[in-house]
């Protein structure tokens, strides 16, 4: 089975979002070992800047990235694909053992030092999401990945 980890940055603070992310988990469990890291937000103060507030978030990520896994970081700015072509995507890289972690920011994203780092980069749309709700858009399509690198008719 592969290894994934998924790292966020904050608490879960809806209890919707905290159910769907809990519902892809538990069908996850079929087709990989998944495990969800989070990390704390940073406060923000008006004495400090954006890129400040990345950074130190991005230096906790850092600390807390499982050694030996590819990173996939998820920005708008990153390579789109279609379901299909993330699962080919997810199979090349479980076919050559591969772990994955992939990397959710806070509301303010990533900082660039982390997107510079990464294996990949990539984008689920061109339009905004809240970053709490990308986490269970995350999980359903890694479980969309799975399922349809398993041919079964979840991906219609």
């Excluded at 906790?60 to 995507?89: H, M, Q, T």
């Excluded at 749309?125 to 890694?142: A, C, D, G, N, Y």
Aim: hydrophobic share 35%; charged share 30%.
């Amino acid at each position: 089975m592969q290894k994934l980890a998924v790292i966020e940055v904050g608490k879960t603070k809806e209890m919707w979002i905290a159910k769907g992310k809990e519902e892809y988990l538990k069908r996850l469990k079929r087709y990989a070992l998944i495990k969800i890291i989070s990390i704390k937000d940073e406060p923000v103060k008006p004495s400090r800047s954006i890129k400040q507030i990345l950074d130190n978030e991005g230096s906790r990520i850092e600390k807390a990235l499982p050694k030996n896994y590819s990173i996939i970081v998820l920005d708008s700015r990153g390579e789109r694909y279609s379901s299909r072509e993330f699962a080919r995507f997810l199979g090349k890289k479980k076919d050559r053992g591969e772990s994955i972690v992939f990397i959710t920011g806070s509301s303010y994203g990533l900082s660039e030092g982390l997107k510079k780092g990464a294996d990949t980069v990539i984008s689920f749309s061109k339009m905004t999401f809240p970053h709490q709700m990308i986490r269970v858009i995350l999980l359903e399509q890694i479980y969309r990945a799975y399922s349809i690198l398993a041919g079964t008719d979840y991906h219609k």
